[in-house]
């Protein structure tokens, strides 16, 4: 099965017929998407690093190596090797350094087991051509970074030359030395490299049925093999860029690969966290994933063609590159760079290479909407928006004075910013808003409008409320307006009483005694500035409680003599009381009645006569003829059963 499935990847090949397009042959720039000059062959498999771009191209009855120069606008051959089925494929690319696999050593039949296939190189600083590996056994599509090349190797194999059993080697370009990375039984496959950090699929613990396949890496500075992912589900197609490294995985599809429907996700590593996470787990078929940075790409089936997907894993955000009714497979990116092999001009067996810069876009952002007002002010609105587009570069505020004003410009902010604080406004006036998103390509329509008018004066702050008798409760403030020609004190008693005003101050006044309150009552405050225009804002609230008129009685205890008899004491905190008034219910659910008045001074009572094995609850207040103080704590105690 393994060796099946290796010979059916590595030799993905389909003979190039050709085929005229009626395009023009310079590259067709559509803002961020562009197709590169295309040929009367087909194009696939591109892989990029910076400005250059390299495909495997069909020539006749071989396929050669192809580049672009994203800056000049220039197609040049890499490696145009002519003969017969001479096939050159699978370039990988790092800075002036371009690898591919290579036939022109190989038997006369590439798609036979053991074919031969060989890494080749090409220095686009020198123009210079080189063999990498050109072992007599197959080597797999190579991968690249710095100065080490890397690749699946079937020298080690089970003996059929193919890659049953393949390992993977690399190639250090500055010392010439050719060396092992990983060897273990059953096969390694699909290596990319970052860095000094190789990762491949592994099949150390293979079961049968695709399952216990693993993701593992190596460190070249340490030397250090270890595992990324070993779940037992089927896990291919593995790449890395810095720390993370991201996958094909079959975790999600109870059935593994190979049936009609196939359900593979793409799920991630960060190396220097020892986290994994999923990145797309979308219901079809995702595959073939890259990265260059925060940015992961990869081919998508959602729509039932393959089209491309990316998700930035700096903000968290998945997005479409491209959605389109033909097929678009196995992208690759650096930087803000996306390519892959397009099929919508194509013939069934002629492809093209297509490209899009994330960082132009091609068509305007979606609007905002609902635009609000969060806060007003004195000469503030602040404002928030829901962000509705995926590309903006940011956003536009526009503001007129009054209904009959003209709109105008009045900021941007960046993207992903919803909110926004229009200061240095006029006191007691109408302002109106909208908002809208641009980028490179143009604006998008506006949000919504609204409006709001500015307070007439600033709010007063620092509201406290001090209770200082029975009936009396000072408020004091802070004075912020310099406009105000008085401030309206606003009172409610209780909470849930209703709010009314009670005073008009003069001019910078800051302080005011409330006077003739209810004793023992919680009354509750709030003050703002006026003048000819309007009002400011309220203050903050302020509350506070008259005091009683006699102080309460305290650490109230009860203690069961017998069935029928319970002892109560008391701490009395008053000087002025004329006598406590002690109440009881039975049970936690009854009802409390006052069952005993006691003379002055007094601290305890025995409450008799009462029923057995029943539990009584009690609390008392002091009393004058002034009123009553607050009730002391609560306490219950039970009566001894009969007998």
């Known amino acids: 099965m393994r060796g099946a499935l290796l010979q059916l990847r590595a030799v993905l090949l389909v003979i190039a017929i050709p085929i005229i397009l009626t395009d023009a042959s310079a590259p067709v720039w559509g803002g961020a998407e562009f197709r590169i000059p295309n040929s009367m062959w087909g194009q696939r498999t591109p892989a990029i690093s910076g400005n250059i771009i390299v495909w495997s191209e069909g020539h006749e009855f071989n396929t050669d190596i192809y580049a672009y120069d994203l800056v000049s606008g220039r197609v040049f051959p890499i490696c145009a090797n002519s003969g017969w089925l001479t096939f050159q494929n699978f370039p990988a690319i790092f800075g002036n350094i371009v690898v591919w696999r290579d036939f022109r050593n190989g038997i006369s039949d590439p798609w036979a087991v053991g074919a031969n296939w060989d890494i080749y190189c090409y220095d686009l600083s020198t123009s210079q051509e080189f ?77 049968g049925n695709y399952s216990n396949i693993g993701i593992y890496g190596y460190d070249l500075a340490t030397g250090r093999e270890f595992p990324i992912c070993s ?216 949000s919504n409008s609204v409006y709001a008018k500015t307070f007439a004066a600033q709010a007063p702050s620092n509201l406290t409320a001090t209770a200082v008798s029975k009936s009396q409760i000072n408020l004091t403030w802070t004075d912020n307006s310099n406009n105000e020609s008085s401030f309206k004190i606003y009172r409610k008693k209780g909470l849930t009483g209703t709010w009314a005003l009670v005073k008009t101050t003069t001019v910078n006044a800051t302080y005011w005694s409330n006077t003739g309150l209810s004793y023992g009552s919680q009354y509750f405050y709030r003050v703002r500035a006026y003048n000819s225009k309007g009002y400011s804002a309220y203050s903050n609230e302020a509350n506070a409680t008259t005091l009683y008129p006699v102080v309460a009685p305290a650490n109230l205890t009860a203690v069961t003599v017998s069935s029928s008899q319970i002892n109560l004491s008391w701490t009395d905190n008053s000087t002025n009381e004329s006598s406590f008034k002690i109440y009881r219910k039975k049970g936690a659910t009854g009802t409390w009645a006052l069952v005993k008045t006691t003379a002055a001074n007094a601290t305890s009572w025995n409450n008799t006569g009462l029923s057995s094995n029943s539990t009584y609850y009690y609390r008392l207040r002091g009393y004058n003829s002034s009123g009553y103080s607050a009730y002391s704590n609560e306490v219950n105690a039970t009566t001894l059963p009969p007998g």
Request: glycine share 10%; hydrophobic share 30%; with cysteine.
């Open 131 to 207: 063999p990498i590996c050109t072992n007599t056994a197959d080597q797999g599509p190579p991968a690249i970074s710095a100065n080490i090349v890397v690749w699946e190797d079937g020298r080690n194999g089970d003996g059929s030359g193919d890659f049953s059993g393949s390992d993977i080697y690399g190639y250090d370009l500055a010392t010439g030395r050719e060396f092992p990375i990983c060897t273990a039984v059953n096969g390694q496959a699909s290596p990319a490299i970052s860095d000094n950090i190789i990762v491949w699929e592994d099949w150390r613990n293979d079961s």
């Open 231 to 446: 779940n037992s589900a089927y896990k291919t197609s593995p790449a890395i860029s810095g720390n993370i490294v991201v996958w094909v995985d079959w975790r999600n599809d109870p059935n593994g690969p190979g049936d009609a429907n196939d359900n593979p996700d793409i799920y991630g590593y960060d190396l220097s966290t020892s986290q994994e996470f999923p990145i797309c787990t979308n219901v079809s078929c995702q595959s073939a994933p890259a990265i260059s940075g925060s940015i992961v790409v990869w081919e998508d089936w959602r729509n039932g063609s393959g089209d491309i997907y990316g998700y930035d894993l700096s903000t968290g955000r998945e997005f479409p590159i491209c959605i389109n009714t033909a097929r678009q497979v196995s992208p690759a990116v650096s930087g803000s760079i996306v390519v892959w092999e397009d099929w919508r001009y194509g013939s069934p067996t002629e492809a093209d290479i297509y490209g899009y810069d994330l960082s132009t876009p091609t068509i305007p952002p979606t609007a905002p909407t609902n635009l609000r007002v969060t806060g007003i002010g004195a000469a503030t609105i602040n404002l928030a928006w829901t962000d509705k587009a995926t590309n903006e570069s940011g956003f536009k505020i526009e503001r007129r004075t009054g209904s009959t004003g003209t709109y105008s410009e009045i900021t941007t902010v960046g993207a992903n910013v919803a909110t926004y604080s229009s200061d240095g406004l006029a006191a007691g006036t109408n302002y109106y808003y909208r908002v809208r998103a641009y980028n490179e390509a143009g604006n998008s329509a506006y």
